[in-house]
């Protein structure tokens, strides 16, 4: 069946620094990917995705590059900040029932100290 | 405008009592989903809804749990018999189709004692 895994938590940076969270994927056909947050105390939040091959998702400063060969999707930020600090969910959905059934990784916890 | 609501946000219960979990997605928004977040599995799927067709019950993990969408708007999870490995935060999330991103509810916090 169709899986996440995503590179495990907890990271700790700090402001300014550049951030990688690695996320590889198993899925028969085409998957959409997608990145979620969760802040602290907040619900989960649609971050970025991407629909098909070579697609960059963009938001807030991250990105994430859908790379069909290496079956990843690595979330990055150039420079984090401290309100940067959450849960960090990457998903696929299968698309191939018409609905959006999210597959997810076990999320990365990620703390930005000042 | 108002998001996904859920209610109880938090809710504790013995083992082996029925409890019943409430969704109010986002108004005009067709497809509604549950999904369960707990420390051993992390976050599953559990069911989808899709305007009037016939739910996807593909991720329920046993007959103990069923979900009902009345009018293509409210749902209602239920949990009959909870046994510990109940103990989660379920979440809802709507979307305006069924290919659409999903807009997720704060959960609700279910402890089985």
């Known amino acids: 069946g169709n899986s996440v895994t995503q590179m495990e938590g907890p990271v700790t940076l700090s402001e300014e620094a550049f951030l990688t969270i690695n996320c590889t994927y198993t899925a028969t056909g085409y998957p959409s990917l997608f990145w979620y947050v969760q802040y602290p105390g907040e619900g989960l939040q649609l971050l970025l995705k991407?629909?098909?091959?070579?697609d960059k998702g963009s938001n807030k400063g991250f990105e994430a590059t859908y790379r069909k060969e290496t079956t990843s999707f690595h979330l990055e930020k150039g420079s984090v900040q401290v309100s940067d600090s959450a849960v960090y969910f990457c998903a696929l959905s299968d698309n191939m029932s018409g609905a959006q059934k999210l597959v997810f990784g076990q999320g990365t916890r990620l703390t930005i100290n000042p | 405008g108002a998001g996904v609501s859920q209610s109880p946000s938090n809710k504790v219960t013995e083992k082996g009592k029925d409890v019943e979990l409430r969704c109010d997605p986002i108004?005009?928004?067709?497809?509604l989903y549950w999904y369960r977040q707990s420390l051993g599995q992390g976050l599953e799927f559990l069911i989808y809804f899709q305007g009037n067709s016939a739910p996807d019950k593909s991720g329920l993990p046993s007959d103990r749990f069923s979900a009902e969408r009345t009018g293509g708007s409210v749902s209602t999870l239920t949990i009959q018999r909870t046994q510990q490995e109940d103990s989660a935060v379920y979440l809802c999330?709507?979307?305006?189709?069924?290919?659409?991103?999903?807009?997720f509810g704060d959960g609700t916090r279910l402890s089985i004692l």
């Open positions: 999330a709507s979307s305006p189709q069924g290919d659409q991103p999903q807009h």
């Open positions: 991407a629909t098909k091959a070579d």
């Open positions: 108004s005009g928004h067709t497809a």
